[in-house]
């Protein structure tokens, strides 16, 4: 299986609510980070939190890693139209000598109706 | 813009044809990647170059070929595709070059390439 798997795979939610939105990977990380995705476009990174943090806050973004059970979470708070995209975590394992190279998953469709 | 330029945006290309995806980077950083994007499938990683030396080739098919004259530069070189390979291509730069920091990624905005 891939590490940085996502779930749910879809979530359509109203304008104000929260969204949350997780993630699980099966290996020991150095970090891990979550990235935004427009349709048709580039990545965005958003947010990074290492392996020995447990909660990242960013503007309207909060992120947690629990690595004892291998997962974490994103949480946009008071959505907006603007904030629809695919939202990816990705998983830099800890050790080895690839260079730089990050394991995402397969991302969360998050849309934000009006 | 995010400081990743590809061009083109857009390609389509019939199996014998040879073309080519260019990527710059205007920030200054020492890696480049390549990544492949297709429906329903996670990001898969092509290639890295770390100080223009290739570093990683993640068990990709001969027809696709990097190239990186420069840190600033990278090159995928296309020959002889199969409709399969028709995905979004995304380039991507980070500052380090290793495990020693935390690479966090630059992507550009990708290069959607159909081939017929």
């Known amino acids: 299986s891939q590490q940085g798997e996502e779930d749910p795979q879809a979530l359509s939610i109203q304008e104000g609510e929260n969204a949350t939105m997780n993630c699980s990977y099966k290996?020991?990380?150095?970090?891990l980070q979550w990235y935004r995705q427009n349709s048709g476009r580039g990545l965005v990174h958003l947010i990074l939190?290492?392996?020995?943090?447990r909660e990242k806050h960013s503007g309207r973004l909060r992120v947690t890693l629990d690595t004892s059970k291998k997962s974490s979470s994103l949480l946009i708070t008071a959505s907006r139209a603007a904030d629809t995209a695919s939202y990816f975590c990705?998983?830099?394992?800890?050790?080895?000598?690839?260079?730089?190279?990050?394991?995402f998953g397969q991302g969360t469709i998050l849309t934000v109706h009006p | 813009e995010t400081g990743v330029t590809q061009t083109p945006r857009h390609l389509v290309m019939g199996m014998t044809n040879k073309k080519s995806l260019k990527c710059e980077q205007h920030?200054?950083?020492?890696?480049m990647y390549w990544y492949k994007q297709s429906a329903k499938k996670p990001l898969e990683l092509m290639f890295v170059?770390?100080?223009?030396?290739?570093?990683e080739n993640n068990s990709v098919p001969s027809r696709f070929s990097p190239e990186c004259p420069n840190s600033s530069h990278l090159f995928l070189h296309l020959h002889t595709l199969q409709p399969e390979d028709s995905a979004l291509y995304l380039c991507?730069?980070?500052?380090?070059?290793?495990?020693?920091?935390?690479?966090?990624?630059?992507f550009g905005a990708g290069s959607r390439l159909t081939v017929l």
């Open positions: 170059y770390s100080l223009e030396e290739r570093v």
């Open positions: 991507a730069s980070s500052q380090g070059t290793g495990w020693a920091g935390a690479n966090v990624l630059t």
């Open positions: 990705a998983t830099a394992n800890a050790g080895g000598t690839s260079y730089g190279k990050l394991t």
């Open positions: 939190i290492r392996s020995n943090e």
């Open positions: 290996t020991s990380i150095n970090n």
């Open positions: 920030l200054g950083h020492n890696a």
